[in-house]
């Protein structure tokens, strides 16, 4: 899971001067996650859509900060190659999702 992975980045990657960085990632990683759960919760109606859509706004927020934490070099790559993955399916699957839920 991203949000699982992300905070173990932060635990073990953080420098100081990257503090922003790493909380900013780990809260928009975690937002995927608790934004599909709070967004089923509701049912299958709009406010099940709205948070799919927040959801996958966190996730393409999550994407560029991992891409940004790569340029910076503050996270090995073969850490980070996994994680990125991971996340491109998560938005993948949330776009899936959203096309399903939205009028077009």
């Known amino acids: 899971m991203v949000s699982r992975e992300c905070f173990l980045l932060a635990r073990d990657c953080w420098v100081p001067w990257a503090t922003a960085l790493f909380g900013q990632l780990q809260r928009s990683a975690l937002s995927v996650q608790l934004n599909i759960a709070e967004g089923w919760s509701f049912g299958p109606g ?11 706004g966190s996730a393409v ?13 503050l996270i090995p790559a073969e850490r980070l190659g996994p994680i990125a ?16 839920r939205r009028p077009l």
């Open 85 to 100: 993955e991971m996340n491109q399916l998560s938005r993948r699957l949330l776009q899936g999702l959203l096309r399903s």
């Open 46 to 56: 709009a406010n099940y859509t709205r948070h799919l859509g927040i959801a996958y």
């Open 61 to 73: 927020e999550t994407a560029e900060l991992l891409d940004l934490a790569r340029e910076l070099a």
